[in-house]
């Protein structure tokens, strides 16, 4: 959902240089990016774009090589919604982040589940986030 013009991307299962160059083949195969380097001691990628891309495109591509990104997801509890629009605001606040896959919010449930890529972002980045916008929020 996010788009991006650089950045570290968190990779798991790469073992040897032979895994490592396989990921940047892989990553270059991917139309915008540019430049790619993994360092295998702390198990990251990264990459350079020539124009933004969608990051789920990147997980997408790792997936299928067997390096899977580390997205975890991350609940948030948040008061102060009134209305669809509240929702609305706080999801598109939250895709715009560097490195948010996926964000749903619940009006109901006064809650947004927020996958993101590791290294990318964190649970305090995005109750930052949706705290600034006027809606306090803390992880569950």
């Not at 008061?79 to 929702?87: D, E, I, W």
């Not at 590791?118 to 600034?132: I, N, S, W």
Request: glycine share 6%; proline share 4%; aromatic share 4%.
């Amino acid at each position: 959902m996010t788009q991006s013009l650089n950045g570290t991307y968190q990779l798991q299962d790469m073992a040897c240089g032979n895994c490592a160059r396989q990921a940047e083949d892989v990553a270059r195969t991917i139309k915008g990016v540019s430049h790619a380097s993994v360092d295998l001691s702390t198990q990251t990628i990264s990459l350079s774009f020539e124009h933004p891309i969608e990051e789920s495109l990147l997980v997408e591509a790792f997936d299928r090589i067997g390096y899977s990104a580390v997205t975890p997801s991350a609940e948030l509890s948040i008061t102060g919604m009134h209305c669809s629009h509240c929702v609305t605001t706080i999801e598109k606040a939250l895709k715009a982040m560097p490195g948010i896959l996926s964000a749903e919010v619940s009006l109901a449930a006064e809650k947004a589940i927020v996958t993101y890529w590791q290294g990318r972002t964190d649970p305090e980045a995005l109750v930052a986030r949706v705290t600034e916008l006027g809606f306090p929020a803390q992880p569950v």
